[in-house]
């Protein structure tokens, strides 16, 4: 493979679940990965076994953001491809929340999501070509109570994905949402919340699915959603 064939894609939060199973999947067809995640030591450690590159990125940092891409630009040329995906979980009572807790959750599932695509869309327009893909939920499909500032973080990025889907179609750059229902990952584990995960689809099921969307560079697939059909209880 030359390096103007090679598809340089970035992963955020690859450190476990979704991000960490496609960066795997992403490698085993042929893309050019790039693993990142805010904890160095899981980043060294999984890049290594791997063997892909891996990155030192906290997306809710911006001078990390500008820092870290312009690193994986001159380490590996221009960037085909990113996955926003890292993302965070809160739930429980509005009014119950700390301010710190829900600006984190905002800061690195919209914010994160708004600036690194930010840092690489304006090279893909000037090359013609480029994808990204937002990992939102189905969480931004509805509302209910007890979720209101993580389905807040994803509602916000399914109206900015769709926007910039019909802003950079025609410059030939793809904006693609994928929304996933319950997923068996960290997630819930890592906020301190106990979910029978049981139902829920594997980080394989969602890793599949990405692959679909990413693959041919003709087709945007728009907002695609899906559930395991134990999940339907
Ligand atoms: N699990 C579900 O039921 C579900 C359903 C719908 C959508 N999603 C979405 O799917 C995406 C992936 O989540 P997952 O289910 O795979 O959960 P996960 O296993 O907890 O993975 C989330 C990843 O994001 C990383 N991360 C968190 N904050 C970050 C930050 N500031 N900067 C960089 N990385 C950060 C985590 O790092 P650490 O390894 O250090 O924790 C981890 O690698 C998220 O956007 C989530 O909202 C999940």
């Given at each position: 493979m030359t390096d103007t064939d090679r598809k340089v894609i970035i992963v955020t939060g690859?450190?476990?679940?979704i991000g960490l199973t496609l960066v795997q999947r992403l490698k085993d067809a042929g893309y050019f990965p790039i693993l990142t995640g805010r904890n160095h030591e899981k980043v060294a450690n999984l890049s290594d076994e791997i063997g892909v590159p891996g990155y030192h990125l906290d997306v809710a940092n911006e001078d990390h953001i500008q820092q870290v891409v312009a690193s994986i630009k001159a380490d590996h040329?221009?960037?085909w491809g990113l996955v926003n995906n890292a993302g965070i979980w809160l739930e429980g009572e509005f009014a119950e929340h700390s301010t710190k807790d829900i600006r984190n959750v905002i800061e690195t599932n919209t914010l994160g999501t708004m600036l690194m695509t930010h840092a690489v869309l304006p090279d893909m327009v000037s090359m013609g070509r480029g994808t990204v893909l937002n990992v939102v939920s189905t969480g931004a499909l509805y509302t209910r109570k007890m979720i209101s500032v993580y389905a807040a973080s994803k509602w916000a990025i399914r109206g900015f994905t769709g926007c910039l889907e019909v802003e950079y179609a025609p410059k030939a750059v793809r904006v693609m949402g994928f929304y996933p229902g319950k997923?068996?990952?960290n997630m819930y584990e890592t906020a301190g919340i106990e979910r029978d995960l049981d139902v829920a689809m594997t980080p394989d099921q969602a890793a599949d699915m990405i692959i679909v969307m990413l693959?041919?560079?003709?087709?945007v697939w728009s907002h695609v959603s899906g559930r395991s059909i134990q999940d339907y209880v």
């Amino acid at each position: 493979m030359t390096d103007t064939d090679r598809k340089v894609i970035i992963v955020t939060g690859a450190t476990s679940g979704i991000g960490l199973t496609l960066v795997q999947r992403l490698k085993d067809a042929g893309y050019f990965p790039i693993l990142t995640g805010r904890n160095h030591e899981k980043v060294a450690n999984l890049s290594d076994e791997i063997g892909v590159p891996g990155y030192h990125l906290d997306v809710a940092n911006e001078d990390h953001i500008q820092q870290v891409v312009a690193s994986i630009k001159a380490d590996h040329g221009e960037v085909w491809g990113l996955v926003n995906n890292a993302g965070i979980w809160l739930e429980g009572e509005f009014a119950e929340h700390s301010t710190k807790d829900i600006r984190n959750v905002i800061e690195t599932n919209t914010l994160g999501t708004m600036l690194m695509t930010h840092a690489v869309l304006p090279d893909m327009v000037s090359m013609g070509r480029g994808t990204v893909l937002n990992v939102v939920s189905t969480g931004a499909l509805y509302t209910r109570k007890m979720i209101s500032v993580y389905a807040a973080s994803k509602w916000a990025i399914r109206g900015f994905t769709g926007c910039l889907e019909v802003e950079y179609a025609p410059k030939a750059v793809r904006v693609m949402g994928f929304y996933p229902g319950k997923v068996n990952s960290n997630m819930y584990e890592t906020a301190g919340i106990e979910r029978d995960l049981d139902v829920a689809m594997t980080p394989d099921q969602a890793a599949d699915m990405i692959i679909v969307m990413l693959g041919d560079e003709n087709m945007v697939w728009s907002h695609v959603s899906g559930r395991s059909i134990q999940d339907y209880v």
